[in-house]
């Protein structure tokens, strides 16, 4: 086992991590591949840039078209770096989620993030529709904390029971569902239009004033999923084994919470809800380095990522001009996917 692992210490720090050997290599790869796709979607537009010239005009090289910076930099950029950090904000807190609750189909939709974020987005969408473009993602943010917040105090009631944090996500879930449904029915036909494109999924038309309100979250939370990854070791063993090993397991396990729903929340508030991401990328991670959470959690976000901008690429070449909602593409993929995990198991 030892001749399959690499360790990684801090000099300064008494803490150190025991990857699997796959995992450099496998990030290495991905980081690659992401970077590929992120200049190839800056590149495709109306207006196209050879891939060359979009890297020289991101790192600040003369390209000698003076119209390069404003579409790369203003225009093109922002999009496709909200749909990388989307992506990984939504798959880390998909792998987090599938450990504490032991359940390989579970997705950040179970903790409420996506129905209160969907049901505050179309508020103000449809019963606000003067209200000004940034009050969408905050007031999605808070509905998605509000309603993960009021699952995790009633599952407290019955222990902090991860069986009733589900049960308790479902039945919110489909309270809030039904109430969106409500307001989407009876809501103006262009709001509405709006609302479910929200609903749906998509980075269109996100600028920099999106990106900057969500990389506080990645940059402090990612991290934190990180440090926390061997106590996730721990916890997906059962909460009596943790306990017999002398985990801190309620505080432990509230803080991973916090952390699964804060990175989703962020995420869905700026790009909506997109579907699958959080299901499908840790499944692909565990196939690609194993079970390990130390080499999970950075897969599971570099495939996030990658997830995210080449759907968005595929949505804007496939039928170009019309751009199809990236959650769209990552809905078709993932269906078809999450029905061929379903068979597997019920084959085991």
Known sequence: MKEQCLVIRSQKLPISWRVDRRVPTVLLVLVVLTLVTMVLNVSFGEYPIPPLDVFKTIVGWETGNTDYSFIVNTLRLPRVLIAASVGMGLAVSGAILQSLIRNPLATPGIIGVNSGASLAAVVVIVLLPNAPLFAIPISAFGGAIAIS?????????????TLFLVLIGIGLNTITNALTTIIVTFGEINSVSQALIWITGSVAGRSWEYVWPLLPWLFIFL????????DLNVLSLGEEVARGLGSPVDWRRGLLW??????????????????FVGFIAPHLSRQLVGQS????????????????????FLGRVLFAPTEIPCGVITAIIGAPYFLYLLYRSDRR
């Open 149 to 161: 917040i009021l699952i995790y105090l009633l599952a407290w009631e019955k222990g902090n029971s």
């Open 223 to 230: 991290p934190v999923a990180f440090l926390l990854s061997k």
């Open 258 to 275: 916090l952390t699964s729903v804060a990175l989703a929340a962020a995420s869905v508030a700026t790009a909506g809800a997109i579907a």
């Open 293 to 312: 959470h130390t080499g999970l959690i950075p897969t599971a976000a570099t495939v996030g990522a990658f997830m995210v901008v080449f759907a968005d």
